[in-house]
DNA sequence: AATCGTAGTAATCAATTAAGTTACAGGAAG
DNA sequence: CTTCCTGTAACTTAATTGATTACTACGATT
């Protein structure tokens, strides 16, 4: 499978609208930094808007975070943006006529939860402030070396 | 992105071998019960044997579990499968010339990687043995209900 | 109000990946 | 030596992602 990173250019996304919050937002210039299209970004702050995590305005380059950034974990993010997903699937179709094929289904899915939900207990536990945070800090030791 | 079946189905299919190993386990009696084709369950053997968690002799329908069942975590299988690829993909093309784009790889990959951790230390928690004893408990459930 | 720049979104395209299929070489066993 | 099977490569098909194009509608500025 081609691994989507909509969940990662989404986090961007939110970090970028905090950090260049003085500039002009708009979705070219957030693209611009994601290297993608407009249009792209424009579907992702979408999505996060109708997850309740951003607001913005027809027309106006005004995406504005909807929570203080401590508010918003990545795992709210990870649900805005890939929540219909699970991280691992179960097959579907296999033989129900077969002991192994008729019951796989019912004890994997079980199992792969508890995966998905011990992953996203983590998630839970960093906020965007963490994320934008450390960004700051692995940019300081860049201005450092120079 | 398609989501990928094939650790699911590697588990099946080493179910399988385990629960009919008194029957003639060709792969294509195998691929009846995952209903695909004798081809990709070849192509999974091939990777579960690379893995050293099964033993397969050419030209003959004798594929045979390298381990007993309770030594071969859901995790082994994962990484024989799909160890190569992390479950949450952080982008790989930004721009390297804004703060955000310059930084956000690096962040990200931690705690995307902390998030996987926790996934798979919950499948290594779990046994072949613990699905085999599942699907024989669901299968009883279903022969009483008749 | 006219215009310009922007958001929102649908529709289409291109690239990638997974799984299914075909084909065939080679081993094992009667 | 014939038959059945495994092991693999090559190709096809289907699904998904992200990029692109095109358009409508909104808002601010003049």
């Given at each position: 499978m081609r691994v989507s990173t909509r969940f990662?250019?989404?986090i961007h996304l939110l970090?970028?609208?905090k950090i260049y919050a003085d500039t002009r937002l708009t979705s070219d210039a957030i693209a611009a930094s994601?290297?993608?299209s407009p249009v792209v970004v424009r579907r992702l702050m979408s999505k996060l808007r109708q997850a309740g995590?951003?607001?913005?305005t027809p027309g106006t380059a005004q995406p504005a975070l909807a929570k203080p950034l401590s508010q918003i974990s990545l795992l709210s993010v990870f649900y805005a943006i890939e929540g219909d997903k699970p991280l691992?699937?179960?097959d579907p179709k296999t033989n129900p006529d077969c002991i192994v094929g008729g019951n796989i289904q019912t004890v994997l899915k079980q199992y792969y939860q508890e995966a998905q939900t011990a992953a996203e207990a983590r998630l839970?536990?960093?906020s965007l402030?963490?994320?934008?945070?450390?960004?700051?800090?692995?940019q300081a030791k860049?201005?450092?070396r120079q």
């Open positions: 990662s250019d989404s970090a970028y609208i994601i290297e993608t995590l951003l607001t913005t691992l699937a179960v839970a536990k960093t402030q963490d994320v934008v945070d450390n960004i700051l800090v692995e860049k201005d450092a």
